[in-house]
């Protein structure tokens, strides 16, 4: 079965530190995975995904993400952080085989205090 | 960028009643999607449609449901009749291919009484 955990419900930080959102996936192939963005009031944002090749990828607003396979893990980092990153942020698998559905998590809230 | 818009943001229904749920995709995608997330949790895969057919559909796309583009015009979600636990906000979202990037709607949020 698919699925994506995203395990810390709340993430407070002071402006300037660095950031990083977990998550993990299961899936039994390689996994395609995304990391979104939504402010309040709005619609989610792509930041940025992983299909194949270095397991670094970079996104949108110098956000980044590393895909680890050893422990099925595609974490969301940026430093330093900026209050206007204050947001959820959702981690999202879809999976191979012609699949067109994205499986997400519960979502991280992330705020950051100026 | 480009948006999908979704009309309209709220509706109130009474239960046992039909609504339909509108979304505009993105001009050039092609691949067209209903997601549910009912609050304070998830959001959830409801179905899929390419080429005018429903691609897939997941457990809480039941019997009751059913979404269509006819003509090209908007992308519906149609709910006949509504039950309670239907209340919740529905996401459409768009896509030119698979694995591609996916444009997300605001949101309708439904609330059956």
């Known amino acids: 079965a698919q699925s994506v955990d995203q395990p810390d419900a709340h993430v407070t930080l002071y402006e300037g530190a660095s950031l990083e959102l977990r998550c993990s996936y299961s899936?039994?192939?390689?996994?395609?995975l995304f990391w979104y963005v939504q402010y309040p009031g709005q619609s989610l944002q792509f930041l940025l995904k992983?299909?194949?090749?270095?397991?670094v990828v970079k996104g949108t607003k110098g956000f980044e993400a590393e895909f680890r396979k050893s422990n099925s893990s595609f974490n969301l980092k940026k430093s330093p952080a900026h209050w206007s990153d204050s947001a959820k942020y959702f981690c999202?698998?879809?999976?191979?085989?012609?699949?067109?559905?994205?499986?997400f998590g519960e979502g991280t809230k992330l705020t950051v205090s100026s | 960028g480009p948006k999908v818009l979704q009309i309209p943001s709220h509706q109130i229904i009474d239960m046992g009643q039909m609504v339909t749920l509108n979304c505009d995709p993105v001009?050039?995608?092609?691949?067209f999607y209903w997601y549910k997330q009912i609050l304070g949790q998830q959001m959830e895969f409801l179905v899929n449609?390419?080429?005018?057919?429903?691609?897939?559909k997941s457990k809480l796309f039941k019997d009751q449901f059913s979404v269509e583009r006819p003509d090209g015009s908007y992308f519906t979600l149609k709910i006949q009749p509504t039950a309670l636990e239907d209340s919740a906000v529905y996401f459409c979202?768009?896509?030119?291919?698979?694995?591609?990037?996916?444009?997300f709607g605001k949101g309708t949020r439904l609330t059956v009484v």
């Open positions: 979202a768009s896509s030119q291919d698979r694995n591609t990037e996916v444009f």
């Open positions: 899936y039994s192939a390689a996994p395609y």
């Open positions: 992983y299909i194949t090749g270095d397991a």
């Open positions: 999202a698998l879809e999976g191979q085989g012609g699949s067109a559905k994205l499986i």
């Open positions: 001009s050039n995608h092609l691949y």
């Open positions: 449609f390419y080429n005018g057919k429903v691609m897939e």
